[in-house]
């Protein structure tokens, strides 16, 4: 069709990586579609511990210091961290969310023999929309979701982050440099800007590694 949206998806990304096509700017990347484009693609690529572990141990020894019984990790995908957390003793029950939920989906088969799934719900929500009752966890999580938002989306998805939470905020983002968009799908936010015009109190900020900044924020409760 003469109007159809020519939208931005993995094999853009796989296109260019291995045939060396360069990926189209003008192509529209939608969230919702290109994470349900890329389905059960991204589980079944999923190197299990070696693709998170190099945030892992920062992310479980910050929950445990901060002594979280819920938490809520939005952009779970196919809940890839939620059994580390758990048996790591970072919360005892976590929820996950995601807009997608063909990745959400893929957690049945990816949880099927973790013998503590009952500790773990999934829904399938937008950031922008939560649907919790405001003050529900004790923590919020994001991995890797944040540097996925339009520039102009990203004050809603932490006003949401900041309503739900009852205390803590936790992020893990790509940070290089601002205003930096290597790809349609791939955004570094000003975090700092973001957390002072929410009025959110920054407790810890540091490069954890690979071109990723973990920050932990504190709801200020009136």
Not at 85 to 107: H, M, N, P, R, Y
Not at 128 to 140: A, I, M, Q, T
Not at 160 to 181: A, D, N, Q
């Amino acid at each position: 069709m003469e109007n159809q949206v020519n939208f931005f998806t993995v094999q853009d990304i796989w296109d260019e990586q291995e045939k060396g096509i360069a990926i189209d700017p003008t192509k529209t990347y939608d969230p919702l579609h290109f994470w349900e484009d890329y389905g059960d693609k991204y589980y079944k690529g999923f190197k299990k511990m070696q693709d998170v572990q190099r945030n892992l141990a920062w992310i479980l020894h910050k929950l445990t210091t901060l002594k979280i019984d819920n938490l809520l990790d939005v952009g779970c995908s196919f809940c890839r961290l939620e059994p580390f957390i758990i048996d790591g003793k970072g919360a005892k029950e976590v929820t996950g969310v995601d807009i997608s939920q063909k990745q959400l989906d893929c957690s049945v088969e990816y949880l099927k023999e973790y013998p503590s799934k009952d500790k773990i719900k999934v829904v399938n929500a937008s950031v922008k929309r939560l649907p919790f009752e405001s003050n529900s966890f004790d923590c919020v999580l994001t991995h890797e979701m944040l540097m996925h938002m339009h520039p102009g989306k990203i004050w809603l998805a932490l006003r949401e982050l900041s309503r739900v939470s009852k205390k803590y905020i936790m992020l893990i983002e790509r940070f290089v440099y601002l205003g930096e968009h290597p790809q349609p799908h791939i955004w570094t936010h000003d975090y700092h800007k973001l957390a002072g015009d929410s009025a959110l109190t920054i407790l810890e900020s540091k490069l954890i590694g690979n071109g990723e900044v973990g920050i932990i924020l504190r709801k200020n409760l009136c």
